[in-house]
């Protein structure tokens, strides 16, 4: 599903990562951790084609990355690509499930096709009720699972997270780590999540440890 071949990526004088390999199949949850610095997130960023590696290649369902356009990867990172991060990132002008749609008027759904998935996600999500909330009328949890179903809404074929429980209490927390595992389990989704969340790493079918820019044992 996702394989990386070689990554190295510097900023400056300082190398973040130095030749990362990495295979992750579909369907798995892998978890990415380490130290604060460790390059977790840059690599997120690369597997998710935000950022570009300095050298290496990036594999996503057999399709390599570096040979598509600007537009061409634009357009794939939203269909096959879906983004969770500590910081919900919600337009606060907007409503849930409004805020869920966004990816799918991207890739050119009619509104009625984009609010009727939204709407079924924002209920298998338990959130109903609070679809046409503004985020500054969700809780902290609430806020987290409208960034999911925004994920989710057009079906990609992998879920990149980033610290996504972060700023969540204990039971907010525990809840969005057995949705991660419900929607596996429902939907086949991949994930690959970086998280400072040992018990949730463990529940991962995987974890990839990062130490100094490299992958360890």
């Given at each position: 599903m996702v394989k990386a071949e070689n990554i190295r990526k510097s900023f400056g004088q300082l190398q973040?990562?130095?030749?990362?390999?990495l295979e992750?199949?579909?369907g798995k949850i892998y978890s990415v951790v380490g130290a604060s610095g460790a390059g977790k997130t840059t690599l997120l960023q690369i597997l998710g084609t935000l950022s570009q590696p300095d050298s290496g290649e990036i594999y996503i369902r057999d399709r390599k990355i570096s040979g598509l356009s600007e537009n061409e990867l634009a357009a794939f990172r939203n269909l096959e690509l879906g983004f969770v991060?500590?910081?919900h990132h919600l337009l606060p002008e907007f409503t849930a499930l409004e805020n869920v749609c966004i990816p799918a008027y991207i890739a050119g759904s009619t509104r009625a096709?984009?609010?009727?998935?939204?709407g079924e996600l924002l209920g298998y999500?338990?959130?109903?009720e609070?679809?046409?909330?503004k985020p500054s009328q969700l809780s902290g949890g609430e806020k987290q699972r409208v960034a999911v179903a925004?994920?989710?809404?057009?079906?990609?074929?992998v879920i990149m997270a980033d610290e996504p429980s972060g700023n969540?209490?204990?039971?907010?927390?525990q809840e969005l780590h057995d949705l991660f595992f419900a929607l596996r389990q429902d939907f086949g989704q991949t994930f690959i999540i970086v998280t400072h969340d040992d018990t949730f790493a463990d529940r991962s079918d995987k974890i990839i440890h990062i130490r100094d820019g490299v992958i360890v044992e």
């Open positions: 973040v990562l130095k030749g990362i390999n992750i199949p579909a991060f500590q910081f096709k984009a609010e009727s998935k939204a999500l338990g959130m109903s609070r679809a046409h909330h925004r994920a989710l809404i057009n079906n990609p074929s969540l209490d204990t039971r907010n927390r």
